[in-house]
Structure formats: structure tokens, C-alpha cells
């Protein structure tokens, strides 16, 4: 078989050509995520400074007990928040801006009354589909439900083999009293 080689360089050239804006873009949307991030663990910061430590620190590792660091765990979570919030961010903008993009995209190409049925379309398939589906939160829900159970028997389990093994020392030490 003999392949055209013609256009290769013409379509790399394309797809180069398109990759390198979407590229640069997607750097610069985790540079925003990233420095939002970082701004959000600021103002916690400086709000747990002011609320927390500037009054009384050791009364925070008193609630928490002694072998704690209050310290420690709530940088631990201010960096998960600011974290997941720039990604939810993150996240949402680039879902509607990529929405945005393709229907603008879609409307010039369909025109507005084929875009208009498609997306009635989707949307209705999409009703009949959840009313036939299952709910994911009765599916959430019952996982939840399976774990704690399985947690509360692994709990107890822990809780009776201690108890057997203070017994068991228990009923040791009675026999070498009575020899």
C-alpha cells in the first residue's frame, strides 16, 4: 500500500499549532490554581493567628491533650481546604469555559435551532435516564452504612479479644496464686 507522506508535516504543523495555546493555557490555569491556593492558606493563617494564637495557644493543646499538636493539625487541614478550593475552582472554570468554548463553536457551525434541539435532546435523555437509574446517593448511602457496620464489629472485636486477654491473664495468675 502506498501512503501519502505530503501532508504530514502540514497536519503536525496543525496539531502543534493547536496543542502549544492549550498547553500554554493549561500551565497557566495550574499557576492561577496554585497562587489562589496559596492566597486562601494566607488569609487563613493570618485569621488563625489572630483568632487563636494571639489569645491563648495552650489552650488549644489542653483541649486537644497533651500528647496532641493543635499546631500541626490545623496547618494540616488549612492546606488540604486551600488546596481543594483552588482545584474546585480550577475545576469549574475550566468546565464552563470549555462548555462555553464548545457551544460557541457548535452554534457556528449547526446553527442555533439544531443546537437548540440537540441540547433538548441531551437533556431529555438524560431525565429518563436518572428517573431509571438508581440514585447515587442511595448507592453512597448504603456504602456508608456497610462501613460503619463493618467499623463497629471491627471495633468490637478489638474491644473483646482485649477484654479475653485480661481475662485469660486474669484466670493465669489465680491458678499460680493457688499452687
Not at 495552650?58 to 478550593?85: C, R, V, W
Not at 448511602?141 to 481475662?167: D, G, V
Request: net charge neutral; with cysteine.
Amino acid at each position: 500500500t502506498h501512503k501519502e507522506w505530503t501532508k504530514l508535516f502540514a497536519g503536525t504543523v496543525d496539531l502543534a499549532l493547536y496543542c502549544i495555546p492549550a498547553s500554554m493555557l493549561g500551565k497557566l490555569m495550574t499557576s492561577i490554581t496554585l497562587k489562589l491556593g496559596l492566597s486562601i492558606r494566607s488569609s487563613l493563617v493570618s485569621y488563625y493567628e489572630q483568632r487563636y494564637l494571639s489569645t491563648s495557644p495552650y489552650l488549644l493543646s489542653y483541649i486537644m491533650g497533651s500528647n496532641q499538636h493543635p499546631d500541626q493539625f490545623i496547618t494540616y487541614d488549612m492546606e488540604k481546604f486551600s488546596a481543594a478550593f483552588a482545584d474546585l475552582y480550577n475545576t469549574i472554570l475550566w468546565s464552563v469555559g470549555g462548555v462555553g468554548v464548545l457551544s460557541m463553536s457548535l452554534m457556528t457551525k449547526m446553527g442555533y435551532k439544531q443546537f437548540l434541539m440537540a441540547i433538548s435532546y441531551s437533556y431529555i435523555s438524560r431525565r429518563i435516564i436518572t428517573i431509571l437509574s438508581p440514585s447515587f446517593t442511595d448507592l453512597v448511602h448504603r456504602i456508608q452504612f456497610e462501613e460503619t457496620k463493618w467499623r463497629a464489629t471491627h471495633s468490637k472485636i478489638a474491644e473483646y479479644s482485649e477484654e479475653i486477654t485480661i481475662l485469660n491473664n486474669n484466670n493465669n495468675n489465680q491458678d499460680h496464686d493457688t499452687d
